[in-house]
């Protein structure tokens, strides 16, 4: 996506005012007032985004009309059950494009996908092995749900861990892309859209050299599936991972979609009821992916809200709203650097970036700039954002972070800035 010239710019902003207030209207959480008098500014989405009735209908109706365990009963009420259930994988893989449905494995969330894939690596027969002589590459950027499971992988295994690093304009360096990853790796897991920084990564580079030493590639799209047309089938990748609630869909449920004969090689990661085929004293045999990898009660009326968020998100469309976001993003990241002695940390364009923008504002610490904000009623996220070696990388203990969603509007970006003009007043 391109930056707009000014006239353009204005002409884009009218349209998202009007088209955030519309979406507003479905979600209810959005109407509140807090510290009596002050309208909610939500900007807190990268965290986790608010629901629109249409899901929290679909959640009350499972429980108040379906409610009962999932595959193994006869009665009406499990068999509306699975189905509903059954019915979300259908809408999920139809979402991300996925080849089959038996491809989409229900998690709880996007950091259980991600520890389940290097839990499975880690088990694997060859080829897929990870071992002390494997290598295994991230980035500088992960959430630490993209980190810490790779580093207990190679404190298990005696795997060495690399990652790429990042340039200062908050992109990742690429330059030494041959030397990390070899022949020796056995798996590239990388971000599509930095949390911190909104970094929109180059999938296709990444991919293109995991594939020629033949090793598999992870996506955690935790941040570019609610905000972005997403087909798996396109990214190439052997795996994606992402979690419901940043979608408009509960808590609760996570998503790990993987490629069917890789399913089909590699072992479970738990045990329990609904993963088997049979089960003896001595050995059990499991049932076929996505079962396989789904142990005990899933997450059923967390499935449920997640296909109504999907319904809801592809009604709007995918293409709307990144384009939706991507005004907003270019026109904050231009008020923002208005603001004296604001330093965005990542990207300063709107060109291949998300709607996650983080900044420090000249010594005032991000904690006291979060506070003041609060007490405006914008809501924004201060602190490392799970995501400490980005801050440890730009020499900075926390930023705060303003991301935005499909029902934010230009108006909260103008809420933004006047709030931190306070804040700069507030701290002298
Ligand atoms: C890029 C990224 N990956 C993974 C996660 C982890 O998501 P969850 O906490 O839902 O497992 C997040 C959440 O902030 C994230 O932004």
Redesign the pocket.
């Known amino acids: 996506m391109t930056t707009h010239p000014d006239s353009a710019l204005a002409g884009l902003l009218a349209e998202a005012q009007e088209f955030g207030e519309t979406i507003r209207k479905d979600f209810p959480i959005l109407q509140r007032v807090l510290h009596d008098d002050k309208p909610l500014v939500y900007l807190d989405n990268?965290?986790t985004s608010q629901k629109p009735q249409q899901v929290l209908d679909a959640l009350n109706g499972y429980y108040e009309r379906h409610n009962a365990n999932v595959h193994r009963g006869v009665h009406v009420l499990a068999e509306e059950a699975t189905a509903l259930y059954e019915g979300a994988r259908d809408k999920v893989a139809a979402f991300i494009n996925a080849p089959s449905r038996d491809e989409v494995i229900f998690t709880k969330?996007?950091?259980?996908?991600?520890n389940l894939v290097a839990n499975m690596l880690g088990w694997a027969d060859e080829p897929y092995r990870v071992d002390a002589d494997a290598e295994v590459v991230i980035t500088e950027m992960?959430?630490h749900?993209?980190i810490v499971p790779w580093q207990l992988l190679s404190q298990r295994t005696g795997a060495k861990l690399k990652w790429f690093g990042l340039t200062d304009e908050g992109r990742l360096d690429l330059s030494n892309i041959n030397e990390l990853i070899t022949e020796k790796t056995k798996i590239v897991s990388f971000?599509l859209?930095?949390?911190l920084m909104g970094t929109v990564n180059p999938v296709e580079a990444i991919v293109r050299r995991a594939q020629d030493v033949g090793a598999l590639v992870l996506i955690?799209a935790?941040?570019a599936v609610p905000h972005m047309v997403l087909d798996v089938q396109e990214l190439g990748a052997d795996f994606v991972?992402f979690?419901g609630?940043?979608m408009l869909g509960p808590?609760g449920i996570?998503v790990l979609w993987g490629r069917q004969e890789l399913l089909e090689d590699l072992p479970p990661f738990l045990g329990g009821g609904e993963m088997i085929e049979t089960v003896t004293m001595g050995a059990s045999t499991y049932a076929p992916a996505p079962h396989k990898f789904e142990a005990g009660t899933p997450p059923i009326a967390q499935a449920v809200g997640l296909g109504a968020a999907i319904d809801y998100l592809s009604a709007i469309g995918m293409d709307r709203i990144a384009a939706h976001e991507h005004t907003l993003t270019e026109y904050a990241v231009r008020r923002l650097l208005e603001v004296p002695d604001l330093r965005i940390i990542g990207p300063r364009t709107a060109v291949d970036r998300g709607a996650a923008i983080s900044f420090v504002l000249g010594d005032i610490h991000p904690h006291d700039v979060g506070q003041v904000l609060d007490e405006q009623g914008i809501a924004v996220r201060v602190g490392h954002?799970?995501a400490r070696p980005v801050c440890l990388r730009y020499g900075i203990p926390a930023t705060t972070r303003a991301s935005f969603y499909l029902y934010s509007t230009p108006a909260d970006v103008d809420a933004l800035i006047d709030g931190l003009h306070h804040v700069r007043n507030f701290f002298g």
């Open positions: 990268a965290a969330n996007a950091s259980e996908s991600l992960e959430h749900s993209n971000t859209v930095s949390n955690d935790s941040q991972a979690t609630h940043k808590t996570g954002h799970c």
